[in-house]
């Protein structure tokens, strides 16, 4: 498997994985989300306690990003409709050629934005989930460990 990051995962893939999980594939790798969680815990097992709270900062990073694309879809909406409802206040010769031509860039701008939120909606959760486990797991160490953890953010903050 390839990793494509620092922290030895290869989230393609892992999104992969996690979305034939997610709609219950009938050949995907993981049974169960507990079989899936574990295979995510195996691979946090390399990382000292500094980069697994990187790491969950990663994943909670990615999460915002993979939000992003719902944002877009509002305002495109508002503009469209706009232009959508100023042909019928403007009459021209023209008018059911643009009525058509609005109607089509209408359908081709939703279903491209339906098509990114599913795209979007199982790495967004896909991050959330990674970072939360990841979490649970610097929650597991022991209280000398999140001390040096503490320790280090402070060194950092005050740089």
């Known amino acids: 498997m390839e990793k494509n990051n620092s ?4 989230f393609n893939e892992e999104i992969k994985d996690y979305k034939d ?3 219950n594939k009938e050949k995907r790798k993981y049974r169960t989300y507990l079989d899936w969680k574990k ?8 990382m000292n306690i500094q980069s697994l709270e990187n790491f969950r900062h990663l994943c909670l990073y990615q999460e915002k990003t993979e ?7 509002l305002p495109l909406s508002i503009a469209l ?6 042909q ?13 031509g609005y109607t089509l ?3 081709v701008v939703t279903v491209s934005v339906i098509f990114s939120y599913f795209s979007y909606a199982f790495p967004k959760d896909f991050y959330h989930d990674v970072a939360e486990i990841t979490q649970e797991y610097i ?10 953890l503490i320790a280090v953010k402070e060194i950092e903050v005050r740089k």
Not at 88 to 100: G, L, N, P, S, Y
Not at 139 to 148: G, H, I, R, T, V
């Open 88 to 100: 019928f206040a403007i009459r021209d010769q023209d008018f059911f050629a643009a009525v058509i």
């Open 81 to 86: 409709f706009s232009l959508y409802l100023t």
């Open 21 to 23: 999980l997610c709609k």
């Open 67 to 73: 939000n992003r694309g719902k944002e877009v879809f």
């Open 139 to 148: 929650n597991a160490f022991s209280e000398d460990e999140k001390k040096l």
């Open 105 to 107: 860039a209408a359908i």
């Open 39 to 46: 295979h995510i815990v195996e691979n946090l097992k390399d």
């Open 7 to 10: 922290y030895g995962f290869n």
